[in-house]
């Protein structure tokens, strides 16, 4: 159950990193908000977890799902670039992630 909160919890941290561009400097309103309230969220999850899951894998795991799932929307939504240099530093946080999964306590 604590794998399924902390992915929860990283969805929330996209969706948290993904209304900072809108927010435009938080001068918008609306996107503000998200970043408020999904970065609560986000953060409110993790620590949820961490009464099963050691510290240091859980927030590791947050921020690397958190980073691909930003970068990866980025160039969707975003339109950002995709270059080979990109796409493997994409492949090693997922390495990692995975890694820290198949190795890490529960």
């Known amino acids: 159950m604590a794998w399924i909160v902390l992915l929860a919890a990283a969805a929330f941290e996209i969706a948290f990193a993904l209304s900072l561009k809108p927010s435009e400097g938080f ?3 609306w996107p503000t908000l998200g970043v408020l309230v999904f970065g609560v969220i986000s953060v409110a999850l993790l620590a949820k977890t961490l009464d ?3 510290v240091g894998t859980a927030y590791a795991i947050w921020t690397g799902i958190g980073s691909v799932g930003v970068v990866t929307l980025g160039i969707v939504l975003f ?5 080979p240099a990109r796409l493997a530093c994409i492949a090693l946080i997922v390495i990692g992630v995975v890694g820290l999964r198949l190795v890490g306590a529960d």
């Not at 339109?79 to 270059?83: G, I, W």
């Open 79 to 83: 339109h950002e670039p995709v270059t």
């Open 27 to 29: 001068s918008r309103l």
């Open 52 to 54: 099963r899951l050691p």
